[in-house]
């Protein structure tokens, strides 16, 4: 599913801002209308912006409603609604007919209404939002019997991950239109580097009926066939500026979609970076050259807007980045954004895009839960494919993978990942060290480990030494990379204490930096994900003061003491990219 665009064939607007909000209350019909109870922002998480409880808890079904009026100029076009996601369940209608509807909450979808809208009357949207998790689902939630209540037990269906369930429409709502005739539905490209030359490699799908492609980049011009509906051109791009770290160089090629008689009927432009990533030997190779990922796990998460898109903490987020010279993150625990992966794209900042697999248990998972994971990491690869910036997939975070049943489950994601992407190495992150069963069907080993604050707390020298054990173990079994992907300790800003004890800024900037410092005397140890970038909101829970407060900055974006440290250090990089 392409990012929609407004070009010369193609129209674009977002139908952001104050939509109705009602919960679903009673069995009746909402999807031709009902009496709003609030008016709730899109794109926005609902939960913080309403005072009640009964409404920041609300799980159940809510409604969203706005109308539109259609522009008459647009009448003999193809019109598209999409959602760039709506979260966990979206079940949408247009003047009260059931378009349809879709599941895990970090994904767009769209439905073609070019039959159904209105060019003469306004249009009623309303879309039908749900949070309910099961065993079923991705995440995975519900979890009635486990032995160890979820974060939200008694306060939420059973959450068995540690940040707070956000839902709504939390990214841009979005009408557009295409022609009729023929529109470009699909577009991949892949790039290799020879020397100093760039080979750019486009394959995708046109719908409806059409001729030829002309392809047009720089000074180069391709033109091919449509046939069977889609199309394949590769053309070099010589003395080709590759996109790297902190210098995004990127290229644009205008895709134009013609009939016989040369009518232009859509025009798209796909922007691409030319690298490559691989792994060889314990390095991660960008274009040839060994990188050392420094960086953080994130959320999107914020005061009041939730988990709703907000550019301007984006921005913030990613000045932050840079001030503090990171230069990696991980989409920590589901697909972030379109816009921000685009942000990256243009900063040069690395990204380990992650499945919103987090926290899979092995008790209860169903062929319908690797069904669902499937599903959303087919969508997840679809979506982020063309962006350069996204160097790696994670395909979950923290699974029960010291049990067998793991195995067939992680061999099959593995193998869906590579049929659908060449280009990039895999990941998947674990907690259960050298216990892990399913590391052979992965290029870089993904670890989360937290010596100082779960086990040895307060005890910074062992927990030293115990991390350096358990890395030597887990390199010994599995003789691949090791990216540590979280590690840290919660902090109070403005708690100090000397010497340093837990929860003050003293112990975190000791401990992270003790860490980093066993990581770094090992070779084989490809990078340091701290966690987190910033506090985020979660359960309300005794080892929750006011949400996770492991943030290098706070939650509203300002530095702890570490960061001061973590930006000398991560001023020389480990190697040199
Ligand atoms: C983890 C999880 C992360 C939690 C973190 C913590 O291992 O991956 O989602 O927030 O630990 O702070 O407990």
Redesign the pocket.
């Known amino acids: 599913m392409i990012y929609p665009q407004r070009t010369r064939t193609r129209d674009l607007f977002e139908l952001n801002g104050i939509w109705d909000f009602a919960r679903e209350l009673d069995q009746g019909d909402y999807s031709n209308g009902f009496v709003p109870e609030k008016q709730v922002a899109v794109p926005s998480s609902y939960n913080d912006l309403f005072t009640e409880e009964e409404f920041r808890m609300h799980h159940a079904g809510v409604w969203y409603a706005r109308k539109v009026t259609m522009p008459k100029m647009l009448k003999d076009e193809r019109v598209v609604l999409r959602f760039n996601s709506v979260s966990y369940r979206g079940e949408a209608f247009l003047n009260g007919q059931r378009l349809g509807s879709h599941e895990t909450g970090y994904t767009p979808f769209e439905f073609d209404v070019t039959d159904i809208i209105d060019f003469e009357n306004e249009n009623l949207i309303t879309v039908r939002v749900e949070n309910i998790l099961s065993a079923e689902t991705v995440p995975m939630g519900n979890l009635q019997n486990s032995p160890e209540p979820g974060q939200f037990a008694g306060q939420y269906p059973d959450t068995p991950?540690?940040?707070f369930p956000y839902a709504g429409i939390q990214r841009p709502v979005m009408i557009y239109t295409t022609s009729k005739t023929a529109w470009l539905d699909k577009v991949v490209v892949t790039t290799d580097v020879a020397g100093t030359t760039g080979t750019v490699n486009l394959t995708g799908e046109v719908a409806g009926s059409a001729a030829k492609a002309i392809f047009q980049c720089l000074e180069t011009t391709v033109e091919t066939p449509i046939a069977d509906g889609g199309f394949s051109v590769s053309f070099d791009i010589e003395n080709a500026k590759l996109w790297d770290v902190y210098q995004p160089n990127l290229y644009y090629v205008k895709i134009q979609i013609l009939d016989a008689t040369g009518n232009m009927l859509d025009e798209y432009t796909q922007r691409f970076g030319v690298r490559t990533v691989e792994v060889k030997g314990d390095r991660i190779l960008l274009n040839g050259k060994p990188v050392y990922f420094q960086g953080f796990g994130r959320h999107e998460d914020f005061h009041i807007s939730g988990k709703g898109l907000n550019h301007a903490v984006n921005v913030r987020d990613h000045e932050l980045l840079k001030w503090i010279n990171a230069n990696s993150y991980r989409t920590?625990?589901y697909p972030y954004s379109e816009e921000l992966i685009q942000l990256c794209d243009e900063q040069g900042i690395l990204l380990i895009s992650e499945a919103p697999a987090?926290s899979i248990n092995f008790e209860f998972v169903t062929q319908k839960t690797l069904d669902a994971h499937l599903k959303v990491l087919a969508e997840l690869i679809e979506r982020d494919r063309n962006y350069p910036s996204v160097v790696m997939w994670s395909v979950a975070?923290?699974a029960t993978t010291n049990r067998p049943e793991s195995i067939p489950y992680f061999k099959a994601l593995s193998e869906l990942v590579r049929s659908m992407d060449a280009t990039r190495p895999v990941t998947m992150i674990t907690?259960k060290a050298e216990e892990d069963m399913v590391m052979e069907f992965f290029d870089v080993v993904g670890v989360?480990l937290?010596p100082g604050w779960y086990h040895l707390p307060g005890q910074i020298a062992s927990a030293k030494d115990d991390l350096r054990e358990t890395l030597e173990k887990m390199y010994a079994k599995f003789k691949k990379p090791i990216l540590i992907t979280?590690f840290g300790a919660d902090t109070i800003p403005g708690l100090h204490s000397l010497p340093a004890e837990q929860w003050s800024e003293e112990y975190q900037t000791e401990l992270i930096l003790g860490l980093i410092e066993v990581m770094r005397d090992l070779d084989y140890v490809v990078g340091e994900h701290i966690?987190?970038f910033a506090d985020f909101r979660t359960a309300q829970n005794f080892v929750r003061v006011g949400g996770?407060k492991?943030g290098a900055f706070t939650r509203d974006r300002q530095p702890k003491m570490v960061c001061h440290f973590l930006k000398k250090l991560w001023a020389e990089p480990r190697y040199n990219a």
């Open positions: 991950f540690d940040f920590t625990h987090v975070n923290e907690c989360n937290y979280e966690w987190n996770n492991k």
